[in-house]
């Protein structure tokens, strides 16, 4: 892709500067700008492919979702016990109250 982009910048430079020069100057930025906006459009476009794919970003959120519910496993484990002995404690209360 290199190959083509600098002779197609270098063709650009030379045909803004001739038109700047041997022309109107506003002809001669009109050619710079759009020139110019085509040559970003041609860099920034020139990867386009070689990007991940949806799937592939999303097998890779999917891993770490899975190595942090791995980590956190333990915690869980404690969050649950503590709810558990906290409900067993609301069961015992309740049972109590409805006796007096």
């Known amino acids: 892709m290199r190959r083509r ?3 197609g910048a270098v063709l650009w430079v030379a045909a803004t500067v001739a038109v700047f020069l041997l022309l109107d100057p506003v002809l001669g930025a009109a050619v710079a700008i759009f020139g110019g906006a085509l040559v970003a459009l ?3 476009a020139a ?3 070689q990007h ?3 799937e592939e970003r999303e097998m890779a959120r999917n891993l ?3 190595e942090k519910w791995a980590r ?7 969050d649950r016990a ?3 002995a906290h409900q067993a404690r609301q069961a015992g209360r309740t049972g ?5």
Not at 72 to 78: L, V, Y
Not at 96 to 100: I, L, V, Y
Request: hydrophobic fraction near 40%; charge should be negative.
């Open 5 to 7: 982009l600098v002779p």
């Open 52 to 54: 991940s794919s949806y």
């Open 82 to 84: 503590r709810w558990e």
């Open 64 to 66: 770490r979702r899975k």
């Open 42 to 44: 041609v860099v920034l």
């Open 72 to 78: 956190n496993a333990d915690a869980r484990a404690r």
């Open 47 to 49: 990867d386009w492919d």
């Open 96 to 100: 109590a109250d409805e006796d007096a």
